[in-house]
């Protein structure tokens, strides 16, 4: 029957071709401006660690004043000072555990015609890799007692090992970085992800770093973070070492805890830190901490803001004006057909066959408006990376994901439309029509 009902619904669609390329203008038209705008936040609040949701936590560490610093006293620091991480760096709870931060700086292979250029670079631990499920082309992390002493040893992303060794296997290769010489240790697959979940502090979608570097060299080179710097309280800093001991927070921090006991276990080891580094008079808040997934970390650093929201909104209200003007052509066109459905009536259809071939009608308008809506959506997205909106250029690009919920939502749109024209024309009284033929 439905194989039927669609026959009638091309033949009707093919007897109207104007007032059918209405119908399917106003739905693609609605659909492409409000998919322009769900894509966008969809990709946007995407959770590029979607796998590991229920076993990575953002680490965050309640040590400002009661008093000073913050305007809501109820939010903690999103970031932890450095004489933190290094305490906590010693724990051995979790399966990993990292401490972080951006820098940068000049890069450059000795000989070679590629001029040098500046390079982001993340000085994190070894367990970056592992725990971000960060993998490698060539070689692997560094050694671990990098992380706690200034071996010049670096990794290359797969990006930038290109430009420098042509794509090669470059481990154990020499090059320059901010002026020291440092060996390859390895070259990282393609990683960008987006938005950046692991660092939401220094530009949700900016690129990755190109090179990561041990977590031991803060000393050797006395590294200043490239990013977000908070304190509450105005501390005498004159030395690279008072910077280190300070209350400044610099750091970002992440763990993995595969199972519950792990993580009670580290509740209880972050209760211990808190109340230690309390004894020497610091933390002088009641004691808090938070251990945060990565879904409720976006959600949290509010990736996808009020603004974007609301332009959302203001797209799905622009497809139901579009609807509307979809319920007028729909009703236009099968009340011109109503002396067919009287006859047919008088036949023997029944008032639900009748509503059910012209709601079968108005899904395939929806289907054809979501098809072409698709390609308006393309469009607009086209358009936007052409204007090099910022970080929008990271995400403006439509997966098979968002083209099935636009056909989705088409289909949706105009059954929903439908709803009225079809039970409009089903209740036609057929000797009204019987009389006039």
Not at 183 to 200: F, R
Not at 211 to 240: C, D, M, T
Not at 262 to 274: G, K
Request: charged share 15%.
């Amino acid at each position: 029957m439905i194989g039927y009902y669609l026959s009638l619904a091309i033949r009707s669609l093919r007897s109207t071709p104007i007032l059918s390329s209405l119908m399917v203008a106003a739905i693609a038209v609605g659909v492409g401006a409000a998919m322009t705008t769900l894509t966008l936040n969809y990709m946007m609040s995407r959770n590029a660690l979607a796998e590991k949701d229920a076993v990575l936590y953002a680490v965050q560490l309640d040590s400002w004043s009661a008093t000073q610093g913050v305007d809501n006293p109820s939010e903690m620091p999103w970031q932890v000072t450095y004489q933190d991480a290094v305490s906590l760096l010693r724990s051995d709870i979790p399966t990993h555990q990292v401490a972080m931060h951006l820098w940068g700086g000049p890069i450059s292979v000795e000989g070679s015609e590629i001029r040098p250029f500046v390079a982001g670079a993340r000085v994190t631990s070894r367990d970056f890799f592992a725990l971000f499920g960060v993998d490698f082309i060539y070689g692997g992390t560094w050694s671990e007692e990098a992380d706690s002493s200034p071996l010049q040893q670096i990794v290359l992303s797969e990006e930038t090992n290109e430009k420098l060794f042509g794509g090669e296997n470059s481990v154990g290769r020499s090059l320059n970085f901010n002026g020291a010489l440092f060996t390859v240790v390895g070259v990282t697959e393609h990683w960008q992800p987006s938005p950046k979940v692991h660092d939401l502090n220094n530009g949700s979608f900016n690129n990755s770093a190109e090179v990561f570097l041990p977590f031991g060299l803060h000393r050797q080179f006395e590294i200043y973070p490239w990013g977000n710097n908070n304190g509450w309280k105005a501390e005498e800093i004159n030395s690279y070492e008072d910077r280190l001991n300070s209350d400044v927070v610099w750091l970002q921090y992440w763990v993995q805890l595969d199972s519950p006991e792990q993580v009670e276990d580290y509740r209880d080891f972050l209760t211990a830190h808190i109340r230690g580094q309390k004894a020497q008079g610091r933390f002088p808040r009641p004691l808090k901490f938070g251990l945060t997934n990565p879904s409720e970390w976006l959600q949290l650093n509010e990736v996808v803001d009020g603004d974007d929201r609301m332009l959302s909104w203001l797209s799905l209200a622009f497809l139901l004006v579009c609807l509307v003007n979809a319920v007028a052509l729909l009703l236009a066109k099968f009340l011109r057909k109503a002396p067919e459905a009287g006859v047919r009536r008088a036949l023997g259809a029944s008032r639900n066959a009748v509503f059910s071939q012209h709601l079968v009608e108005s899904g395939c308008v929806g289907l054809a408006g979501g098809l072409v809506g698709i390609l308006l959506t393309l469009g607009g997205l086209g358009l936007i990376r052409q204007l090099q909106m910022g970080y929008m250029d990271r995400v403006a690009a439509m997966d098979w994901t968002m083209m099935i919920a636009a056909i989705g939502l088409a289909v949706l749109s105009s059954l929903l439309a439908g709803l009225y024209p079809a039970w409009r024309i089903s209740r036609t009284n057929p000797s009204v029509y019987l009389k006039t033929q």
